[in-house]
């Protein structure tokens, strides 16, 4: 194998590096970091710096492949870099923990041999959202780990990680170092040799890198997940699917309907698990009792759900129903699950533009598979995390269970129909044991009949 040499002195690269049994010598490079974007994007400006390393090291040898990597953190337009002191590493902590960060790192890989030398470049971006913390927090933090040697001053592979809420994207970005893309850069160059070496200890790896860095966290399910979508790609897909809805479908004309949904909706958004992303609330005029959620937090009610809610409480549990749904991801689970992404991707391509064709055809499909519902798994945590919403946003979570017993009463002296609220939201006695074992009311005999046996807590 050629003689690897990493152009960093970041003990968070070596660290991985070494992690995956790679050998390789470290050789810094003797170059200064500009943070000045210019004209330029902030993947182009890592890749310059980037580069500016790796050529600065080929320099000084003969032979060999050299790995140049920069990092930077990005929130509101600002560029964070590696701070200077404690005190400005303190100051950096307290602004980065107070909304969502963009780490974006630069590589460049350069194959010398014979006098010759080849070089690839290449950018990651990975999204992070942080807990707030405190001017305390962040000193406490300090006096264990070191922060100058780290873009933003934080470390997720150590006690950096109890502080990191999400991320979307590689989190071996976050650490320091791409691995994917690094291999994918080292296969530009057809450096086989490492390829069939890294493909051998891939299996030691997390199955983030696996999956193509894509897992996550997910709160609520409390489940490491993999999506393909990150949150901004799945608003964009909702929006798609919107534009569809608005050209299939009626919405209200009654001001003060739309306008009671927004504000029980918008209470319910503000308490919920998710925040990065905006909630849509609309009223359909539709006499079928049903609502539905779209990826990206759009949330449909049909009027004719509407005029069977007797108060605020009952419809509050509906939509935190909904938002249950929408913070689980079950929207954008279903549709990565469907025709093999097909219909996701063809979506995703169109969604900044008013589609039509082949782009409705999907919206369409896609918005077909919601009404037919979520699976009964599914529809318990939407049940369970909506009586808590419903519960933290100041109503009545009782009124999940008066609704609840409402439907069960209808749907005994009602034919069903195609997409109404009974063929959609099954098993309504399960459902009520889900809600009344998350407010802590007592289960009878009742709520045993066509129980699941699958744990929900």
Do not use: W
């Amino acid at each position: 194998m050629k003689k690897i040499y990493l152009a960093s002195h970041s003990l968070a690269r070596k660290k991985i590096l070494k992690k995956i049994g790679l050998k390789f010598t470290v050789l810094p490079a003797q170059v200064v970091e500009t943070s000045r974007l210019g004209k330029l994007s902030y993947p182009q400006l890592v890749k310059n710096n980037a580069r500016a390393k790796a050529k600065d090291v080929a320099q000084k040898v003969k032979a060999g492949i050299i790995i140049g990597a920069d990092t930077i953190v990005v929130q509101n337009g600002k560029i964070f870099g590696k701070p200077k002191n404690v005190a400005a590493a303190c100051r950096m902590l307290k602004i980065l923990s107070s909304k969502p960060q963009q780490l974006y790192t630069g590589l460049a890989v350069i194959n010398k041999e014979n006098g010759r030398q080849r070089m690839v470049l290449g950018s990651e971006k990975t999204k992070v959202y942080m807990d707030k913390l405190t001017p305390a927090q962040i000193k406490r933090y300090f006096r264990r780990v070191s922060p100058l040697d780290k873009a933003g001053g934080f470390d997720i592979g150590g006690q950096g990680a109890f502080f990191i809420r999400r991320i979307e994207g590689c989190y071996y970005n976050v650490v320091g170092l791409p691995l994917r893309k690094l291999r994918l850069l080292f296969e530009k160059l057809d450096l086989k040799v490492f390829i069939i070496f890294l493909s051998t200890i891939c299996y030691l790896l997390p199955t983030v890198f696996l999956a193509g860095c894509s897992s996550e966290y997910n709160l609520v399910t409390k489940k490491e997940e993999k999506y393909y979508y990150s949150s901004d790609k799945e608003v964009q897909i909702g929006q798609s699917i919107n534009r569809q809805v608005e050209k299939e479908y009626k919405f209200t004309s009654d001001p003060l309907e739309k306008k009671r949904v927004e504000d029980i909706g918008k209470k319910i958004a503000a308490v919920s698990d998710r925040k990065e992303i905006d909630y849509i609330f609309q009223v359909l005029e539709d006499d079928e009792v049903n609502a539905v959620s779209l990826p990206g937090g759009y949330v449909y009610v049909n009027s004719g759900l509407l005029a069977k809610v007797a108060n605020d409480d009952e419809l509050a549990g509906v939509l935190a129903h909904e938002v249950g749904h929408i913070v689980a991801r079950h929207s954008i689970k279903k549709l990565q699950a469907l025709q093999g992404y097909s219909i996701l991707r063809l979506l995703v391509a169109v969604a900044p533009v008013s589609g039509s064709g082949e782009v409705g055809n999907a919206a369409d499909a896609a918005f077909a598979q919601f009404l037919l519902g979520y699976s009964r798994e599914d529809e318990l945590l939407a049940d369970q995390l909506g009586a808590r919403y419903a519960k933290l946003a100041g109503y009545d979570p009782h009124g999940m269970i008066t609704f609840l017993l409402k439907l069960q009463d209808i749907n005994r002296h009602m034919p069903l129909q195609e997409h109404s609220y009974f063929k959609t939201h099954p098993y309504i006695p399960d459902r009520l044991r889900v809600v009344k074992q998350e407010i802590g009311e007592e289960i009878d005999f009742g709520d045993y009949i066509n129980i699941e046996q699958k744990s929900h807590e």
